[in-house]
């Protein structure tokens, strides 16, 4: 069993940046795939981002180029370094990671860009 904690969301304007923290529980080596997701109300959870125990990462292609996922094996912690952060970018922000089919979440953080 692992906990996942999201920090780091807030009120941003148009074209500033955030970085959001995915603390967990315990040792992240042990998993392949951690992610960010997102969602907004009426809409279905989308992935933003994710990253291997490899260091091979995948981004939305609204993102690519914005936003960058990183791991630090050492503080047991997943980020997300958000730049150029549009409207559109408004969300609840998730953390994501699996262990077999077990599937763990963190609470989520906001996310709000004012135009």
């Known amino acids: 069993q692992v906990q996942l904690v999201e920090s780091g969301g807030g009120l941003v304007q148009a074209g500033g940046s955030l970085r959001l923290s995915c603390q967990a529980s315990g040792s992240i080596s042990s998993f392949e795939i951690m992610g960010w997701y997102r969602q907004v109300p009426g809409k279905q959870r989308e992935m933003v981002a994710d990253i291997t125990r490899g260091g091979s990462t995948d981004y939305a292609s609204s993102v690519k180029g914005r936003f960058t996922i990183s791991r630090d094996y050492a503080k047991n912690t997943m980020y997300l370094q958000m730049n150029g952060l549009k409207p559109e970018d408004t969300a609840v922000y998730y953390c994501?990671?699996?262990?077999?089919?077990?599937?763990?979440w963190g609470q989520g953080t906001q996310v709000t860009v004012s135009s």
């Open positions: 994501h990671t699996a262990w077999g089919r077990i599937e763990y």
